[in-house]
Nanobody
Framework: QVQLVESGGGLVQPGGSLRLSCAAS??????????MKWYRQAPGKERELVAD????????NYADAVKGRFTISRDNAKSTVTLQMNTLKPEDTAVYYC???????????WGQGTQVTVSS
């Protein structure tokens, strides 16, 4: 059974930092055959893509709203992907979800989400 388990969410003041992690288990194929992404969903809004990273980790992309503040990275040996979030703003408040897509079969998996709240 495939599981993506996020951790690292919480309450932080504006300008602060958080580091989210997502650990994968039960994947059918090697972890380095999955594109990994972070999405977020704020109350009353649609889920949006925050960042993604290629299977090898060589390339990543970011939403305009987080460019220069967030960094996505992965450790294929540990089957983990992280999202380092700096200079957090109240508008970053959302549930953050980990996403995996296998490049061969296109199968998609989601984590259960972790809450990030940016507030003074």
């Amino acid at each position: 059974q495939v599981q993506l388990v996020e951790s690292g969410g919480g309450l932080v003041q504006p300008g602060g930092s958080l580091r989210l992690s997502c650990a994968a288990s039960g994947l059918t194929f090697a972890y380095n055959s999955y594109t990994m992404k972070w999405y977020r969903q704020a109350p009353g809004k649609e889920r949006e893509l925050v960042a993604d990273i290629t299977p090898s980790g060589a390339s990543s992309n970011y939403a305009d709203a987080v460019k220069g503040r967030f960094t996505i990275s992965r450790d294929n040996a540990k089957s983990t992907v992280t999202l380092q979030m700096n200079t957090l703003k109240p508008e970053d408040t959302a549930v953050y979800y980990c996403y995996a897509r296998n490049v061969y079969l296109g199968r998609v998996y989601w984590g259960q989400g972790t809450q990030v709240t940016v507030s003074s």
